[in-house]
């Protein structure tokens, strides 16, 4: 695969998880998505600078401010979604010049799946219309929430 395909692949991959880890709230502030979820992971509570044409660096400052002052209107600190195709290209740097700094960086990897073995399908799939004791008793054990509490 060559470089432009991949990181058209890449960037299609960002827009997968900002849909698959939906926020409570998502703004477009000149290309850029801002995403809030009271506080519940950095992931649905950021700055996702994907789109957006180069500013000057007065415009990009002030759209920083902005996007600083969303957040903690809503009571959280502003943290800001730093990929190989952020918008502009020199918002990392600015970023920094501001005083933010990198905090817990992931890696989103890739494998190709065409050759792995059908799974043996051991599982059935129910879908109910609401909760039931019997699922929530099974939710609570397996996020801890039943050993910290006692009850689900």
Known sequence: ???????????????????????????????????????????????????????????????????????EHAGLQPVFKITPYIQPAKLDEMLADRGYTIVEPSSVRLLDLGGLASPDLCYTVQMQESLTEEWLHAFSELTGCLARTGKP
């Not at 703004?27 to 500013?55: C, E, F, H, M």
Request: net charge negative; aromatic share 12%.
């Open 1 to 71: 695969m060559l470089q432009e395909e991949r990181n058209k692949l890449y960037k299609f991959i960002e827009e997968i998880t900002l849909n698959t880890w939906p926020a409570e709230q998502s703004v477009l502030l000149q290309g850029w998505i801002l995403r809030t979820a009271a506080g519940y992971t950095k992931r649905a509570n950021s700055v996702n600078p994907l789109y957006g044409a180069d500013s000057s660096q007065v415009d990009l400052a002030e759209q920083i401010k902005l996007a600083e002052r969303y957040y």
